[in-house]
T-cell receptor, first 114, second 115 residues
Framework: SQTIHQWPATLVQPVGSPLSLECTVE??????LYWYRQAAGRGLQLLFY??????ISSEVPQNLSASRPQDRQFILSSKKLLLSDSGFYLC?????????????FGEGSWLTVV | SQKIEQNSEALNIQEGKTATLTCNYT??????LQWYRQDPGRGPVFLLL?????KEKRKERLKVTFDTTLKQSLFHITASQPADSATYLC??????????????FGGGTRLMVKP
């Protein structure tokens, strides 16, 4: 069966510090990968998606970047965090092909920028 | 602009009653719509998918309707239980463009089922 792992689960970072959140998917090949952010009490905002190694598309301009160095690895990064980067970050995957694929989410990473 | 609206106020119901949650959208022509459940501090979990040419879909105690004329989906939980308490998100598909399964999520409605 397929599983998705993301880490760390919680982190507190000072403003201006770098960020690296990692996500790996197991049990599937060539998944579509996603990074979402959920601010407190708000809906999910799609930040980045990837349909293959090295292929990253950004949904909104921001202080963050994403990379996909391996087929099932997705990394969210920032060189200098802002207070507004605080939130709940979710990595997700879906199978390739078709229009009706379910998105499977990781457990999320809580980021607090202080 | 495209917009998805879910009631941001919590829905409080008594155990055993039917819970009905609403998802309205504007400026969309989604090919399908999905409902997810999210528990506090956890990632959303997929519940049901309904296509634009389907009026209704059922799964155990769950029922989803999809009215593309009204641009509305209703999500029902019959014989609700306290364990059903969670936030429920609706998500609409975008136009497929070879860029994966693109969904846009609503803000979610929190359901509280009281014993």
């Amino acid at each position: 069966s397929q599983t998705i792992h993301q880490w760390p689960a919680t982190l507190v970072q000072p403003v201006g510090s770098p960020l690296s959140l990692e996500c790996t998917v197991e049990g599937t090949s060539n998944p579509n990968l996603y990074w979402y952010r959920q601010a407190a009490g708000r809906g999910l905002q799609l930040l980045f998606y990837s349909v293959g190694i090295g292929q990253i598309s950004s949904e909104v301009p921001q202080n963050l970047s994403a990379s996909r160095p391996q087929d099932r690895q997705f990394i969210l990064s920032s060189k200098k965090l802002l207070l507004s980067d605080s939130g709940f970050y979710l990595c997700a995957w879906s199978a390739t092909g078709g229009m009706r694929n379910t998105i499977y989410f990781g457990e999320g990473s809580w980021l607090t920028v202080v | 602009s495209q917009k998805i609206e879910q009631n941001s106020e919590a829905l409080n119901i008594q155990e055993g009653k039917t819970a009905t949650l609403t998802c309205n959208y504007t400026n969309y022509s989604p090919a399908y719509l999905q409902w997810y459940r999210q528990d506090p501090g956890r990632g959303p979990v997929f519940l049901l998918l309904i296509r634009e040419n389907e009026k209704e879909k059922r799964k155990e105690r769950l029922k989803v309707t999809f009215d593309t004329t009204l641009k509305q989906s209703l999500f029902h939980i019959t014989a609700s239980q306290p364990a059903d308490s969670a936030t429920y998100l609706c998500a609409l598909s975008r136009t497929y463009n070879n860029a994966g399964n693109m969904l846009t999520f609503g803000g979610g409605t929190r359901l509280m089922v009281k014993p």
